[in-house]
């Protein structure tokens, strides 16, 4: 299958320039004007339209088993929301449950995932620790493409990585080239606050963000950078949503620390109110974790986005529908925790981002694309228009318009966060592995025709951390 982008702008991170893209057996063979292409070639006409590599998700959780329940959207269903909005690709988390094997964990996600409709990664969580989960995490890296590894700092008595844990990952993750990441939240002070709010009286969802206030992320956050910083391995934090945690990566980024920070579209977007509606089923539909903030933390977030202290976006898309909430009528900290974005992200972002003027076109793909390609290692395979990239193209319309609702979304939830919000800035078409997967409303997308994508360790970098630490090594007193 061939398919010619005829007439538009190519916008990469670093640059934007009028051409054409020609793409071939899964891949762009060709950029530029006035290009020799067979004549049976599909014409996607682009006029008057943006051709920017497909959006990168590094965090969703499509079907997974979570506080009782297992997430409503699954790979098939959910990658292909993700396609209708322009992401090629997500990179998901297979989570073991505590003692249960890491090779395990990763057949039973890979074998989830074989539904996808695109391309597609893992990070596998660490959430316990013995002598098999560091065999495990070498054979993961050496033999089935990771470069990355997971650490859950909050859901005591569950997932939750304690200090050991992580010291002994992070370790791990030095040898072998692999970039630990973490959700930073205290988990004991969570537990506790819980149980506090709860003796108060507080059993509805407005409980949530009160046992989460943003000391709890600030804690943690700074805890895993110093980790990292002691045992010198680079540290990426998945969403990050209050300013403390934006001012302990930032620092760490200024004195040289090799830090990374995500941001959810949601955080960027939407605040602690909705968690005071009268509508029980609406306020628990909101409760994730980390929650939502008070407005200031928003602007926070624009700007750490806007320095490049936060380098990408994501959406923790994880479903759960209103009957699975209601589990948690009577005590907010059962609610499953999840809400959803991975259809909206990229609009949601080029709207209040682009439009506003707070994001160029160039970072707009940065943050939505080609950073997560970097830091995974998967670049320029991923998150750019170039020639010997995979095909995974979104071609967007700066004019067109939608308003944002559950009636009307792909995404296998009866709730959008997003709900009502008018976009203005869409993707009119979406390929995938240079197939033609989205067509202004419509998908035509192929159960299962997703790639797992291998993603390489980061050889040369901490081959030479590793080197510097060998020499750096301390040594007795001779007494
Ligand atoms: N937060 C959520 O809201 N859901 C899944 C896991 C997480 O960390
Ligand atoms: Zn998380
Ligand atoms: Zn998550």
Same mark, same amino acid.
């Given at each position: 299958?061939?398919?010619?982008?005829k007439g538009?702008t190519?916008?990469?991170?670093e640059n934007?320039?009028r051409?054409?893209?020609?793409?071939?057996?899964g891949k762009?063979v060709q950029?530029?004007e006035?290009l020799?292409?067979?004549s049976?070639?599909?014409?996607?006409?682009a006029?008057?339209?943006?051709?920017?590599p497909?959006g990168i998700?590094?965090?969703?959780?499509?079907?997974?088993?979570?506080?009782?329940t297992?997430a409503?959207e699954d790979?098939?269903?959910?990658?292909?929301?993700g396609l209708?909005?322009?992401t090629?690709c997500i990179?998901d988390?297979?989570?073991?449950?505590?003692?249960?094997?890491?090779m395990d964990?990763?057949?039973?996600?890979s074998?989830?995932?074989e539904?996808a409709?695109s391309?597609?990664s893992?990070?596998?969580?660490?959430t316990?620790?013995?002598e098999?989960?560091h065999k495990d995490?070498g054979t993961?890296?050496s033999?089935?493409?990771?470069?990355?590894?997971?650490?859950f700092?909050?859901?005591?008595?569950a997932i939750?990585a304690?200090?050991?844990?992580?010291v002994?990952?992070?370790?791990?993750a030095l040898?072998l080239?692999?970039?630990p990441?973490?959700?930073?939240e205290?988990g004991e002070?969570?537990?506790?606050?819980q149980?506090k709010m709860?003796?108060m009286g507080i059993?509805g969802?407005?409980g949530h963000?009160m046992?989460r206030p943003?000391?709890?992320e600030?804690?943690?956050?700074?805890?895993?950078?110093?980790?990292a910083?002691?045992?010198d391995v680079p540290?990426y934090?998945?969403?990050?949503?209050?300013k403390?945690a934006?001012e302990?990566?930032?620092?760490?980024?200024?004195?040289?620390q090799?830090v990374?920070?995500e941001v959810l579209?949601g955080h960027?977007?939407?605040d602690d109110?909705v968690?005071?509606?009268?509508?029980w089923?609406?306020?628990a539909?909101?409760v994730?974790?980390?929650?939502?903030?008070?407005k200031?933390h928003?602007?926070?977030?624009?700007?750490?986005?806007?320095s490049g202290?936060?380098?990408?976006?994501?959406?923790?898309h994880?479903c759960?529908?209103?009957?699975?909430?209601a589990?948690?009528r009577?005590?907010?900290?059962?609610i499953?925790?999840?809400?959803?974005?991975?259809?909206?992200?990229m609009?949601?972002?080029?709207?209040?981002g682009?439009s506003?003027?707070?994001?160029?076109?160039n970072?707009?793909?940065k943050?939505t694309?080609t950073?997560?390609?970097q *830091?995974f290692n998967?670049h320029?395979r +991923? &998150?750019?228009? @170039?020639?010997?990239?995979?095909?995974?193209?979104? /071609?967007w319309?700066?004019?067109?318009?939608k308003?944002?609702?559950?009636?009307?979304?792909?995404?296998n939830?009866d709730?959008? *966060?997003?709900?009502?919000?008018e976009v +203005? &800035?869409i993707p @009119?078409h979406?390929?995938?592995?240079?197939k033609? /997967?989205?067509?202004?409303?419509?998908?035509?997308?192929e159960?299962?025709?997703?790639?797992?994508v291998?993603?390489?360790p980061?050889?040369?970098?901490y081959?030479a951390?590793?080197?510097r630490?060998?020499q750096?090594?301390?040594?007795?007193?001779?007494?």
């Open positions: 299958m061939s398919i010619l982008i538009g190519v916008v990469n991170a934007t320039a051409a054409d893209v020609y793409c071939e057996e762009i950029i530029g006035n020799d292409v067979p049976e070639a599909e014409i996607i006409d006029g008057g339209q943006y051709v920017m497909g998700d590094p965090h969703t959780h499509m079907q997974l088993p979570f506080m009782g297992v409503s790979f098939y269903t959910g990658t292909a929301a209708a909005g322009g090629t990179i988390f297979v989570i073991p449950a505590p003692q249960q094997n890491l964990a990763f057949h039973q996600w074998d989830w995932a539904k409709v391309d597609y893992f990070h596998v969580a660490v316990w620790w013995d098999s989960v995490m993961l890296v033999d089935h493409g990771f470069n990355s590894f997971k650490h700092m909050a859901y005591k008595n939750m304690t200090d050991e844990t992580m002994n990952s992070f370790s791990r040898e080239g692999a970039i990441t973490v959700h930073a205290n002070l969570v537990f506790q606050l149980r709860k003796e059993t969802p407005e963000p046992s943003p000391e709890v600030g804690e943690a956050a700074n805890r895993a950078i110093r980790i910083q002691a045992l540290v934090l998945v969403h990050v949503s209050t403390e934006l302990t990566i930032t620092r760490a980024r200024s004195e040289g090799r990374f920070g579209a960027l977007l939407i109110s968690y005071l509606d009268p509508d089923d609406r306020a539909a909101h994730m974790s980390p929650p939502f903030r008070p200031e928003q602007e926070a977030l624009w700007r750490g986005l806007q202290n936060l380098q990408t976006t994501a959406t923790d994880c759960f529908c209103a009957d699975q909430k589990a948690g009577d005590d907010f900290s059962i499953p925790n999840g809400t959803a974005g991975v259809e909206n992200r609009e949601v972002l080029w709207h209040t682009v506003t003027g707070r994001l160029t076109m970072e707009f793909v943050v694309s950073n997560a390609a *830091i998967i320029p +991923k &998150g750019s228009v @170039s020639v010997g990239a995979d095909a995974d193209l979104v /071609v319309d700066p004019q067109g318009t308003t944002i609702s559950a009636k009307t979304h792909h995404q939830i709730f959008n *966060i997003f709900e009502g919000m +203005k &800035g @009119s979406t390929l995938s592995n240079g033609l /997967v989205y067509k202004s409303g419509e998908l035509m997308v159960r299962g025709a997703g790639n797992y291998k993603r390489p980061f050889a040369s970098y081959d951390v590793n080197k630490r060998e750096k090594k301390p040594t007795a007193v001779k007494r």
